[in-house]
Nanobody, 118 residues
């Protein structure tokens, strides 16, 4: 099992910034990705950004140029720096950890609310 503990989030005005962090613990995998997904009311959960254990990144088109993702492979943490926030970024943000051995393992954090006011 892998446990994910999220921090950050909250309420911010449009144009502002927030930082989300997530710490993974438990039976971790050497080959893994860590990242963030989000789910707005009435919408499906969608990818925001992920980073592999080799530090390759992937971003949703809607956040490119505004969000950055980083990870600390020693502390097993991932952070999402969100700048120039827009009201449409409002959602519950979920930390995600995927690891591979013979099969894929997929874990989720409890979610943290991000609200961007106009």
């Amino acid at each position: 099992q892998v446990q994910l503990v999220e921090s950050g989030g909250g309420l911010v005005q449009a144009g502002g910034s927030l930082r989300l962090s997530c710490a993974a613990s438990g039976n971790l995998f050497s080959i893994n990705t860590m990242g963030w997904y989000r789910q707005a009311p009435g919408k499906q959960r969608e990818l925001v950004a992920i980073v592999t254990s080799g530090r390759s990144t992937n971003f949703a088109d809607s956040v490119k140029g505004r969000f950055t993702i980083s990870r600390d492979n020693v502390k097993n943490t991932v952070s999402l720096q969100m700048n120039s926030l827009k009201p449409e970024d409002t959602a519950v943000y979920y930390c995600n950890y995927r690891g591979w051995s013979t099969i894929e393992y997929n874990y989720w954090g409890q979610g943290t609310q991000v609200t961007v006011s106009s």
